[in-house]
């Protein structure tokens, strides 16, 4: 391996209270929401095709305009306690929320810049009443910070001129500031999901990225971010030139997901995902394939299943409203999680066999491991192989109606499940209660010779 002095500094997960806490919040939110909220993904009757919080780089749009939107932001019917409990309704164990996106603009009134909310007619602080509303209703809250600052005249892309690094400089000095400001302002917040880390500005400043985590660590222990913030030395991200995992968590799965263990190699992940293809901020139109409340299950199952964290992403109206079809994802999602969030909280990879019916989720550090059926065989049998020394002790569904008679034993360690023949609508658990192997066999009856 290479001598690293700013790559990993830590090898596998964290074990901390923290990041033990983080791990069994399965299901979290993300909330975009900005000034790109008021145009929407149009512009003077013509529609953006881009990712609506990216208008602003748009050539219909005037950047002079785009940058005086902030005299329109007036979020009248903004209202976090109502925020909170919908996402608590959800089952949302976490929320991440937009402090700053690549506009630059605030929405906490920073001192270290004009461009925020306290220049807007609604000039109140946004961040400050929701992370407490939140905190309230027991979901914690983590701040989206974009390091990309189109608004900041010190900003660089790429350092060229010895002015470009003078300014860059101050720009570091800023974003520290910005930082250190959110971390006092907002104490209660769990951690930094950083953004805008590409350019090469910043992917040449491996010791600034470095020096920059170890000093929100110091400020805020057991701040929990993600392997988006750091570059090492050689420009390296996300996993340094030794290809050890930076930061706290791999912070890649951005509206992708792993599709098997060997994809995550033991790492703690989080995938974040939008409901339309792709857009963040709030879009008039949504176009293309809009993610029903089952395929957002299924990603939230599938995710969990693999030791992951599954963050479904909100863009509210510049009203501060959400569209229906957000409430009604929400809603759903929140009446599955009613029934079914035993198989999620504090779920993780099994290390069972895959099967074509659907994904197993193991209740961390317990011998429970949920079934979770997405995909019904037409044969009504399904498939379980246990690993080896395993025995089935115990198999009841998580609702009524769900299986018929008891597992027939198969094969070695292999079950035949059968299911009522009553047709579902929604992914539906059943609890396997494992053992270790003994000399008595397990308690279902032997294979029929
Ligand atoms: C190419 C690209 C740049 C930035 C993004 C931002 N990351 C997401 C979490 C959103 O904030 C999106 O604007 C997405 C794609």
């Not at 306290?118 to 209703?137: C, E, F, H, L, R």
């Not at 400089?169 to 006092?184: A, G, H, I, M, S």
């Not at 990603?299 to 964290?309: D, F, Q, R, T, Y």
């Not at 395993?390 to 609702?399: I, R």
Request: hydrophobic share 35%; with cysteine.
């Amino acid at each position: 391996t290479l001598p690293l002095e700013h790559g990993a500094h830590r090898i596998g997960n964290r074990t901390d209270a923290d990041m033990t806490r983080w791990r069994s919040q399965r299901l979290g939110q993300f909330i975009h929401w900005g000034l790109y909220a008021i145009p929407g993904g149009e512009w003077k009757g013509k529609t953006y095709n881009g990712a609506a919080e990216w208008i602003r780089s748009w050539k219909e749009m005037p950047q002079q305009e785009y940058d005086n939107l902030y005299k329109q932001f007036n979020p009248v019917n903004y209202r976090p306690e109502e925020w909170a409990q919908q996402a608590s309704d959800m089952g949302a164990k976490y929320m991440i929320i937009t402090t700053k996106h690549h506009d630059g603009f605030c929405l906490w009134p920073s001192k270290y810049s004009k461009y925020t909310v306290a220049a807007s007619p609604w000039k109140k602080d946004i961040i400050g009443p929701m992370v407490d509303a939140y905190n309230k209703k027991g979901i914690d809250v983590y701040l989206y910070f974009s390091i990309i600052d189109w608004n900041q005249p010190d900003w660089r892309a790429a350092l060229k001129t010895p002015a470009d690094a003078a300014a860059y400089q101050r720009f570091k000095v800023f974003v520290k500031n910005q930082l250190t400001e959110l971390l006092q302002r907002y104490p209660t917040v769990k951690g930094f999901w950083f953004d805008g880390t590409w350019d090469d500005s910043w992917k040449n400043d491996g010791a600034f990225s470095d020096e920059l985590e170890q000093y929100l660590q110091r400020l805020h222990p057991g701040l929990i971010i993600g392997s988006r913030l750091r570059a090492d030395e050689k420009g390296a991200r996300h996993f340094d030139s030794n290809s050890r995992l930076m930061g706290d968590y791999e912070q890649g799965w951005e509206r992708k997901l792993p599709e098997k263990s060997a994809d995550v190699h033991g790492n703690d992940w989080e995938g974040v995902m939008t409901i339309p293809e792709n857009q963040w901020g709030y879009n008039a139109k949504w176009t293309g394939h809009i993610k029903s409340s089952n395929e957002l299950i299924e990603m939230l199952v599938k995710s969990a299943s693999l030791g992951g964290n599954f963050v479904i992403n909100f863009g509210p109206k510049s009203d501060g409203t959400f569209r229906t079809e957000e409430v009604q994802r929400m809603q759903e999602i929140g009446h599955w999680m009613k029934i079914n969030s035993s198989a999620i909280d504090g779920g993780t990879d099994a290390g069972f066999a895959k099967q074509d019916w659907g994904y197993y989720i193991r209740k961390s550090g317990t011998d429970s491991v949920y079934m979770v059926v997405c995909n019904v065989p037409v044969s009504g049998n399904l498939r379980v192989k246990l690993p080896a020394q395993t025995t089935l002790a115990n198999v009841t569904s998580l609702e009524k109606n769900i299986i018929s008679g008891t597992p027939e034993l198969i094969g070695k360690n292999e079950y035949f499940i059968h299911l009522d023949h009553k047709s579902q609508d929604a992914p539906f658990v059943i609890l396997l209660q494992t053992s270790k192997e003994n000399r008595d066999n397990s308690s279902f009856e032997k294979a029929k010779t």
